[in-house]
């Protein structure tokens, strides 16, 4: 059974850069046919898609945050990363990681909570 | 503003049957990109429910079906039960936006 759990910060400053990693058990990121994806959901709002990353590497990014973003993956670790620059209060939501299977995301992280506050 | 758009909400007694609606455009549902549904019970992680238009995933109960027509999708629950009370949100692909895109959500209540 694969799990995914995210780590991060919990709270951060402002003006902060945003780094979160997931890390993959039960299965190894470089398996062919996945992708590795980064949602997030504000508080009381619903689900947007960051981005994701094939263990080749490539990546695609939400336009509206491609300017800030980073994703990377760590195939030694099992693991992928977000990093998120500048931070405002409006990047104040729960991440999560999931698994894309096809056009879907079969498996998720439980979450973690990000506050940006000063 | 979502993408594709689900009612807020909806509700049911136990036993009925209750459908959540997923409208789209030209450029998500209606270009052909597929649909999959998610539950997301408070403070958990979202669970696949629905890939692929109409496709269960193991262990999902066949109380839960999916369908897809024109610009438009849907999740019916039948023999609603209380466990069922949860949020349920829709995902697809927009070839506008480049990029994957969900709906705002509907919270549904078992009554």
């Known amino acids: 059974q694969v799990q995914l759990q995210e780590s991060g910060p919990g709270l951060m400053k402002p003006s902060q850069t945003l780094s979160l990693t997931c890390s993959v058990s039960?299965?190894?990121?470089?398996?062919?046919?996945?992708?590795w994806s980064w949602i997030r959901q504000h508080p009381g709002k619903g689900l947007e898609w960051i981005g994701y990353?094939?263990?080749?590497?490539?990546?695609f990014y939400n336009p509206s945050l491609r300017s800030r973003l980073s994703i990377s993956v760590d195939t030694s670790k099992n693991q992928f990363s977000l990093k998120l620059s500048s931070v405002t209060a409006a990047d104040t939501a729960v991440y999560y990681c999931?698994?894309?299977?096809?056009?879907?995301?079969?498996?998720w992280g439980p979450g973690t909570l990000v506050t940006v506050s000063s | 503003q979502s993408v594709l758009t689900q009612p807020p909400s909806v509700s049911g007694a136990p036993g009925q049957r209750v459908t959540i609606s997923c409208t789209g455009s030209?450029?998500?549902?209606?270009?052909?990109?597929?649909v999959h549904w998610y539950q997301k019970l408070p403070g958990t992680a979202p669970k696949l429910l629905i890939y692929?238009?109409?496709n269960r995933p193991s262990g999902v109960p066949d109380r839960f079906s999916g369908s897809k027509s024109g610009t438009s999708a849907s999740l019916a629950i039948t023999g609603l039960q209380a466990e069922d009370e949860a949020d349920y949100y829709c995902?697809?692909?927009?070839?506008?936006?480049?990029?994957?895109?969900f709906g705002g959500g509907t919270k549904l209540t078992v009554l």
């Open positions: 999931a698994r894309g299977f096809g056009e879907s995301f079969d498996y």
């Open positions: 039960g299965g190894s990121i470089s398996s062919g046919g996945y992708y």
């Open positions: 990353i094939y263990y080749s590497g490539s990546t």
């Open positions: 030209s450029s998500n549902i209606g270009a052909g990109y597929d």
């Open positions: 692929d238009n109409n």
């Open positions: 995902h697809s692909y927009d070839s506008s936006l480049s990029g994957v895109v």
